[in-house]
């Protein structure tokens, strides 16, 4: 039976375990959750609400690190963790900095960017969205984006902050990776695919690899995707995405299209 993964095809820490799923070339079923009603059939099986929830036969796991932690267990043939004990210690300290820095912060940047920038709120839409949505959401005024923003902590300030601490650790990153292929010794590990998945916000990866529209392949946040200072880490970022991402549409077990749920 084929490991099932219960996503948001959107999610930084879906993606995360996709891309940990695929290094360790493990056949899988995207499983796409409804917001809402599909989450709370995500809570009869898992015990809580939040995705990625991962089931492997009998076995459910919910938790980004927690699904890492059980598939480098149970399938230890292709190792993500390094045996070295400071290497180890480096790897998991790293992951666990991406996954409260790089995450979190990535997605208050995104709301900020969204609010400010109309063409960009635009481009994230599907090309199926009719042209006078398009124009209604490009018209919201900034203002809105504020007044929303403030009531669940996406407040200006609570942004500018967010994308001065993202600029200095991409700064950080590219100082890393300028002299070295890897953030930990000299083989990809859970550090690498933890941070080059969760930037995905930052910048989507080129290639045929997340389910968005076309032109927004490539393309990312103004001002952190298009800056030049930036270029070690993302051109770092997607040669990961082409040596160990799995394509859409390749892999016959796995299925790109969102999915019903189904839960014995």
Known sequence: MAIELYQFEMSQYSEKVRMILDFKGLPYKKIEVTPGVGQLEVFRMSGQRQLPVLKDGSTVIADSTAIAFYLEKQYPEKPIIPSDPKKKGLCLMMEEWADESIGTKSRKVLFGA?????????????????DFVKTFVGSVPTEVFDVLGIGVGLGSDAIKSAQDALKQD?????????????????????????????????????????????????????????????????????RLYQQYRQPLGIDPNTDPSPNRIEID
């Open 114 to 130: 969204l609010s400010q920038n109309q063409n960009f709120r635009t481009s994230i839409l599907p090309s199926t969205t009719p």
């Open 170 to 238: 991409l700064e950080a990153l590219c100082l890393i990776l300028s002299n070295s292929p890897y953030l930990v010794g000299d083989q990809p590990t859970l550090a690498d695919l933890s941070v080059a998945s969760l930037s995905i916000l930052l910048k989507y990866p080129e290639g045929n690899y997340i389910n968005i529209p076309e032109p927004l392949k490539g393309k990312g946040i103004p001002g952190i995707a298009d800056n030049p200072d930036y270029e070690v880490f993302f051109s770092w970022r997607d």
